[in-house]
């Protein structure tokens, strides 16, 4: 299993991560930040533990991200 927590408020709404996974980011035409789908927040963290086949396309979220607030992890 793989860990993403996202620090949502600190977004830029660069789009980056919702390309690197459509299936699990989404920009949100409200605030223009991006949503984890799925995600459940605490403390202003949104997380979501998902299946290792969406390891790839989360390094690349994760790795692209120009405000590195998208963190993962297995376990
Ligand atoms: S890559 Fe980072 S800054 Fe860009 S939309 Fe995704 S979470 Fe926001």
Redesign the pocket.
């Known amino acids: 299993m793989i860990r993403i927590v996202?620090q949502r408020a600190k977004?830029?709404?660069?789009?980056?991560?919702?390309e690197a996974a459509p299936y699990r980011?989404r920009?949100s035409k409200k605030d223009g930040?991006?949503t984890l789908i799925g995600g459940t927040e605490k403390k202003g963290f949104f997380s979501i533990s998902v299946g290792d086949d969406e390891w790839d396309d989360q390094v690349k979220?994760a790795k692209?991200?120009?405000?590195n607030?998208?963190k993962i992890g297995k376990f």
């Open positions: 996202q977004c830029i709404g660069c789009n980056i991560c919702e980011w920009m930040k991006c979220a692209h991200c120009p405000v607030i998208i």
